[in-house]
């Protein structure tokens, strides 16, 4: 475990903003009515009680509720039940087959975005009632739940962004439907009832916990929830933190290292929208705490913290050896009890007696093996980024680049150790600026096409290289193919953009700074050099933010066989740390 990752923040909870109980007598009758109504499983887990040094602690197992792997379908469907009767003037002791009949009559659409399992619950509500259902989901969202969400009879719209984009164009739709209905798991204002009616249906969780608990003569004294939009979380404080139940409850909850909006809204006292980066724990990459659930959360919640992708994974495969079938999400409440050190143990008071209830919110499910982040270690560093090889690690069904997945495991070392970070830019596709493209149509017969290409090149200049030059050598090549394809035809290439390469002037306050970070650490006179090959500080030099590279020494850079020093890696270390140090004072 790395020494500066983000510490679990720790609240004293405000008791007058305990809310008043809630009458789950209708819910509760509600869900018992649905077609496959059990108790999911409440697990005991002595292994893991055994090593907090606490009474129990229980897993509520909610991969399989009424068929579909994620209690998600609890909220959606109380929440499209309330908002049909509401919408239609019907009272909520109406039976599932009147609602079916009134709604189909007048052509109820529902709508929904999602990152994952709200959208497939929300999907099995529209397929129980007949209803047009159409899910809307965020453009990073992996095939297989996509294909899963069809599956259920429901049409699904990729919106060209991130999940929040994915709400806007959802709520957006619902507005222009007639009798179109948003059955949405975050609040915003102006639309507050249907999310909480969906919080609401969470809550029969919580009352088979408490029913099978008292069963055994115990109680729950912390319960650790998993935070996306924050709808669980909220349905969590919503039933411990009420009015009636014991005061001593603790609520943890725990979001990844990458998509932390509640965290990062606890740090800043309001609530904050951030910039999400990938992680594997797909049902909380969420950057905006929803606003109703933010209200109690902030005031309610007594510890929270966040986990790393790896650190899930492992959390999964635990969960595993105990027979469990759990995803990343599910699973991250386990990751988050082992990383309390004996100082967070103590301050959330665990001790001998403490009964903890963690809540497993999905099944397993396909991901990509994560890498661990926790090392500060640069050679291990090093040795992490050269695994990084293929453009498909997994063979997923993701389309990731090498590129990207080397973004996406440096922003979430850092983001590990609470270093904010943003991407600037990311190249999707880089060519070469000569070889063979090579592509089309094997024919089965003898029919041939014509088509038209439209080819746009990104190049990184080397020494000796410039617009003109490269231009007349593409042109050449196509004139070369002109020659011996008498059908192929071409038009002069044209330069959209270039920008010429930068240099740091020589003697430049931050090249001598630089120069004598790295003469203390190889103890010997250092000159400063021009590079000979691509390095993307281009961008930087032309904002005025001056720029040096250090390089470990090594050879076969860039090539199919590769080498680093091992010890010149820990010297580039601790030139890079005297030059930040030196430098910011």
């Known amino acids: 475990m790395s020494a500066y990752r983000k510490p679990v923040l720790f609240q004293e909870t405000t008791v007058s903003r305990r809310p008043t109980r809630l009458d789950l007598d209708k819910l509760i009758y509600f869900h018992r009515g649905l077609p496959g109504y059990s108790k999911t499983r409440l697990i005991d887990l002595p292994e893991l009680a055994m090593e907090l040094n606490v009474r129990n602690v229980f897993m509520k197992d909610e991969s399989d509720r009424f068929g579909l792997p994620s209690f998600k379908i609890l909220g959606a469907s109380w929440g499209t039940f309330t908002a049909i009767c509401s919408l239609l003037g019907l009272?909520?002791?109406?039976?599932?087959?009147?609602?079916?009949?009134?709604?189909?009559?007048?052509?109820?659409?529902?709508?929904a975005a999602t990152d994952g399992n709200h959208g497939r619950a929300v999907a099995r509500m529209g397929r129980l009632l007949s209803l047009i259902t159409s899910i809307y989901v965020p453009s990073d969202l992996?095939?297989?739940?996509?294909?899963?969400?069809?599956?259920?009879?429901?049409?699904?719209?990729?919106?060209?962004?991130?999940?929040?984009?994915?709400?806007?164009?959802?709520?957006?739709?619902?507005?222009?439907?007639?009798?179109?209905?948003?059955?949405?798991?975050?609040?915003?204002?102006?639309?507050?009832?249907?999310?909480?009616?969906?919080?609401?249906?969470?809550?029969?969780?919580?009352?088979?916990?408490?029913?099978?608990?008292?069963?055994?003569g115990l109680q729950v004294d912390v319960i650790v929830t998993p935070v996306g939009v924050g709808s669980l979380a909220h349905a969590v404080v919503q039933h411990y933190k009420t009015l009636g139940m014991p005061e001593t409850t603790r609520v943890v909850t725990v979001e990844p290292d990458t998509a932390a909006c509640f965290y990062r809204s606890l740090q800043r006292k309001n609530p904050a929208k951030i910039s999400t980066a990938h992680t594997i724990m797909?049902?909380?990459?969420?950057?905006?705490?929803?606003?109703?659930?933010?209200?109690?959360?902030?005031?309610?919640?007594?510890?929270?913290?966040?986990?790393?992708?790896?650190?899930?994974?492992?959390?999964?495969?635990?969960?595993?050896?105990?027979?469990?079938?759990?995803?990343?999400?599910?699973?991250?409440?386990?990751?988050?009890?082992?990383?309390?050190?004996?100082?967070?143990?103590?301050?959330?008071?665990?001790?001998?007696?403490?009964?903890?209830?963690?809540?497993?919110?999905?099944?397993?499910?396909?991901?990509?093996?994560?890498?661990?982040?926790?090392?500060?270690?640069?050679?291990?560093?090093?040795?992490?980024?050269?695994?990084?090889?293929?453009t498909n690690l997994t063979l997923a069904s993701t389309q990731r680049t090498r590129e990207t997945y080397i973004v996406d495991f440096i922003e979430?070392?850092?983001?590990?150790?609470?270093?904010?970070?943003?991407?600037l830019n990311q190249y999707l596709v880089v060519l070469p600026s000569s070889g063979l493209f090579q592509g089309g149509y094997k024919a089965q017969?003898?029919?041939?096409?014509?088509?038209?290409?439209?080819?746009?090149?990104?190049?990184?200049?080397?020494?000796?290289?410039?617009?003109?030059?490269?231009?007349?050598?593409?042109?050449?090549?196509?004139?070369?193919?002109?020659?011996?394809?008498?059908q192929f035809r071409f038009k002069r290439p044209c330069v959209l953009f270039s920008r010429s390469a930068l240099k740091l002037d020589s003697g430049h306050p931050f090249e001598r700074l630089a120069a004598k970070a790295a003469e203390?650490?190889?103890?010997?006179?250092?000159?400063?050099?021009?590079?000979?090959?691509?390095?993307?500080?281009?961008?930087?030099?032309?904002?005025?933010?001056?720029?040096?590279?250090?390089?470990?020494?090594?050879?076969?850079?860039?090539?199919?066989?590769?080498?680093?020093?091992?010890?010149?890696?820990?010297?580039?270390?601790?030139?890079?740390?005297?030059?930040?140090a030196e430098f910011c004072g």
Request: proline share 5%; glycine share 6%.
């Open 91 to 111: 009272p909520q002791d109406s039976s599932l087959d009147h609602l079916l009949k009134e709604a189909t009559s007048c052509n109820v659409k529902l709508f």
């Open 445 to 486: 017969t003898s029919c041939l096409t014509a088509i038209q290409i439209l080819l746009q090149i990104e190049l990184h200049t080397v020494p000796g290289q410039n617009a003109q030059s490269i231009t007349r050598e593409i042109e050449s090549l196509l004139a070369k193919i002109a020659e011996n394809q008498p």
């Open 142 to 216: 992996e095939d297989h739940a996509k294909q899963l969400i069809s599956g259920e009879g429901a049409q699904v719209i990729t919106y060209d962004g991130d999940y929040d984009g994915a709400v806007q164009a959802a709520t957006k739709a619902a507005e222009i439907t007639t009798n179109g209905l948003l059955i949405q798991d975050t609040s915003f204002p102006g639309y507050e009832d249907i999310p909480s009616s969906i919080t609401q249906g969470y809550s029969t969780i919580f009352r088979e916990v408490d029913d099978e608990l008292q069963l055994r």
């Open 412 to 423: 979430a070392w850092l983001q590990h150790r609470d270093i904010e970070s943003c991407r």
């Open 282 to 390: 797909t049902g909380m990459n969420c950057g905006t705490v929803s606003h109703g659930a933010w209200q109690d959360l902030c005031h309610l919640v007594d510890a929270s913290l966040t986990v790393s992708d790896f650190e899930a994974h492992q959390a999964v495969q635990y969960l595993r050896t105990q027979k469990i079938s759990s995803g990343p999400c599910g699973a991250s409440s386990v990751a988050a009890l082992r990383r309390l050190t004996i100082y967070d143990r103590a301050h959330l008071g665990l001790h001998p007696d403490t009964v903890i209830v963690l809540l497993n919110t999905e099944g397993d499910r396909p991901y990509d093996t994560p890498l661990d982040v926790s090392t500060d270690d640069p050679v291990e560093l090093t040795r992490l980024l050269t695994r990084i090889q293929s």
């Open 520 to 580: 203390n650490a190889c103890e010997q006179s250092v000159k400063p050099i021009g590079l000979r090959f691509r390095c993307d500080t281009t961008p930087l030099d032309a904002n005025g933010i001056p720029t040096v590279v250090f390089g470990p020494t090594g050879d076969g850079l860039p090539s199919d066989e590769e080498w680093m020093d091992v010890e010149s890696i820990r010297k580039t270390e601790r030139m890079i740390s005297s030059l930040v």
